[in-house]
Nanobody, 124 residues
Framework: QVQLVESGGGLVQAGGSLRLSCAAS????????LGWFRKAPGKEREFVAA????????YYADSVKGRFTISRDNAKNTVSLQMNSLIPEDTAVYYC?????????????????WGQGTQVTVSS
């Protein structure tokens, strides 16, 4: 069993930056693929970014490519999402997710562990 807890959300002006973190417990991250998803009001939850178990492969949604960076520290059991050049459309609840696999996973159906989410609000 894996427990995931997100932190780092908040209110930021457009053009600003935030760094989200997700701390894992119950199992070391080394064997887990990790991802970030988000759900905006009135919309379905969508994929944001994913990283494989070793951190050597990453994948991003087109809407965040070039602005967001996913990274992981297996020694600290954490995964982070650095978000730069934020726009109001990035406003959402952001979720960390994990699954025991060595490949990169981009579909939310592929994940079986989820955090509770952290709110990100970008004002214009």
């Amino acid at each position: 069993q894996v427990q995931l807890v997100e932190s780092g959300g908040g209110l930021v002006q457009a053009g600003g930056s935030l760094r989200l973190s997700c701390a894992a417990s119950g199992r070391t991250l080394g064997s887990l693929a990790l991802g970030w998803f988000r759900k905006a009001p009135g919309k379905e939850r969508e994929f944001v970014a994913a990283i494989n178990w070793s951190g050597t492969n990453t994948y991003y949604a087109d809407s965040v490519k070039g602005r967001f960076t996913i990274s992981r520290d297996n020694a600290k059991n954490t995964v982070s999402l650095q978000m730069n050049s934020l726009i109001p459309e990035d406003t959402a609840v952001y979720y960390c997710a994990a699954v025991r696999t060595y490949v990169t996973v981009t579909s939310q159906e592929g994940y079986n562990y989820w955090g509770q989410g952290t709110q990100v609000t970008v004002s214009s």
